[in-house]
């Protein structure tokens, strides 16, 4: 397994293997050699290929030339959790037969309590996956702001009690809109006293980025040493029909300033598991679907998932 890591480690170094050639033949595959590059490991979240069976999923995510997966493992995802115990092995044994890493999982898991989120749970850390994200909390006008962070702050440590016995990170997503923890504020006073190996942040620079606007450096710095993985997709602010609206885009085509965050990272120290994902139209994909609009391929899909992450290393270097 190691040399076969080793090997894809080197595939990606040169930005395109020669076998992805004939399927991207106007991008250029000059290599990326230098080590800040390499350190970058960067997982396709498997929500964006659920129109493909584990073993054809693996297949795309090592032909595009990612080094993991970050498998959807929730209600309406790749691996449904009522069946984890049967379908969760056959996945993540399609990802290392591809000699990617198989260690993170999307959940909608928000506490310990049911039998189905321990059974998840469980079985992730017995196939040996690390880093799970979590749920996400629901603001209501019955509870003032600080009642709301008290109640979640209470969950996440039961949450992270459980995670430490499994040897589990929970990791809970800033997101953009009503969500708990849309403000960063609010997940790091969440996770004010726990430890960041059992329950931290999965830090989302598009929803960072919607959110803050200029001051998403701040909250990156008062967040950082909770930071357990990375999050990477791109939009820009448009008016349509007389309301601005959020636009998802291919990377370095929207308004997030790659640059000035990739050089915060280097700054701060932080090379951890890079996920990329794709919500702008992509045939259906971009939602998960299992059947790709008319007019859709494969092939087109992965050219373009295949152009984000050659983008991503370019900017990576560049910073």
Sequence with gaps: MQSQLTRRRFL?????????????????????????????????????????????????????????VELSVRPGGHVLPENV???LPLAVNAIKKQGLLADMMVTRITDAASEL??????????LG?????????????EYSVPQTIAFCQ??????????????????????????????IWEIWQMLEGLEASAMGCQYDIRHAVVEGGYSWPNGLKLIKDKINNIVIKDFRWEKRDGKWRVINTPIG???VDFTAYFKRLKDYNIHLPVSVHYEYDLGGAEHGDRKLKAGWTKERILQMMKKDLVKIRQLWEEA
């Design 253 to 255: 085509e929207g308004m």
């Design 154 to 183: 209470e969950a996440m440590r039961k949450l992270a009690g459980f995670n430490a016995k499994l040897g589990l990170t929970g990791n809970y997503q800033n997101h953009a809109g009503n969500r708990v923890g849309a403000n």
């Design 117 to 126: 989120n321990q059974e998840v749970l469980q079985t992730a850390a017995d």
């Design 85 to 87: 115990k049967r379908d």
């Design 129 to 141: 996956i690390k880093h799970y994200r979590m749920g996400y909390f629901r603001d209501s006008d």
């Design 12 to 68: 990606k170094s040169t930005a395109l293997s020669a076998g992805f050639l004939p399927l991207l033949p106007y991008l250029d595959p000059t290599p990326f050699s230098s080590a800040q590059a390499k350190q970058l490991d960067v997982y396709v979240f498997s929500k964006h290929l659920q129109f493909l069976g584990y073993d054809a999923m693996a297949a795309a995510a090592a032909e595009i030339g990612f080094e993991g």
